[in-house]
């Protein structure tokens, strides 16, 4: 079964350009999920979606963060403009469910931003 | 608030020593998942164990063992005779039931180096 999917695994920008990050979720799970992790700390969630559906976005920065998942399958994750504090490593992940579902994780995609 | 620490920022072992990841978490769910995940140097998150709440036997799987006391408050991940292979960052981290979306809160990690 392959696994979570997610591209480029590496991006560099100048602050102030826009970036997008793509994910591809294992089959057949309806839950996805979007994580950023700063260098030295554990992921913290973005954004989460069940299906096409958004069920927690409280910590996703909305005036330069946005995310879809249009057909309820691949998802794109945005941000612009970029700045310096957004670099750091933008996590996958996905579920078959919620609650009792293990997350199992993309290798993610290491965001520089000069 | 749900919190997960991990008071142990960098362990340095050599190989063939076991060595203990300690966990401690705070919740007010009475029902909550609690998870180890490996994150080798290549960045993926690999998924180790998942427990619930209600299930306070340890487990163990091959070199790797798990033991949770809700009395403390602690998952600890012992590594018994370490490899190198085992060289990475780990991280606990903690479900609520309350928070209805099987949000994950991740501990600070805890870089494990094994040397040869």
């Known amino acids: 079964e392959a696994g979570v999917a997610q591209s480029p695994r590496y991006k560099i920008i100048e602050k102030r350009q826009s970036v997008a990050f793509w994910c591809n979720p294992i089959?057949?799970?309806?839950?996805l999920y979007w994580y950023q992790q700063i260098l030295g700390q554990g992921p913290k969630l973005l954004i989460q979606f069940q299906n096409n559906g958004v069920v927690d976005d409280s910590q996703l920065p909305k005036d330069r963060f946005s995310a879809e998942r249009l057909k309820g399958v691949d998802s794109t994750l945005k941000i612009q403009p970029a700045k310096l504090e957004d670099s750091a490593v933008y996590l996958c992940?996905?579920?078959?469910?919620?609650?009792?579902?293990?997350?199992?994780f993309g290798p993610g995609t290491r965001l520089l931003v000069l | 608030a749900q919190k997960v620490t991990q008071a142990q920022t960098e362990i340095s072992v050599v190989e063939k020593e076991d060595v203990t990841l300690d966990c401690v978490y705070e919740t007010r769910d009475t029902t909550y998942y609690l998870f180890w995940y490996k994150q080798p140097p290549s960045g993926e998150l690999v998924f180790l164990i998942r427990r619930n709440s209600f299930d306070e036997q340890n487990e163990i799987s091959g070199r790797y063992s798990w033991n949770f006391q809700k009395s403390t408050s602690s998952f600890n991940f012992t590594i018994t005779a370490s490899q190198v292979v085992d060289s990475a960052v780990y991280f606990c981290a903690l479900s609520g039931v309350s928070s209805n979306t099987g949000k994950l809160i991740f501990g600070q990690g805890t870089t494990l180096q094994v040397k040869p």
């Open positions: 992940a996905s579920s078959k469910g919620t609650l009792v579902e293990t997350q199992y």
């Open positions: 089959s057949g799970h309806a839950t």
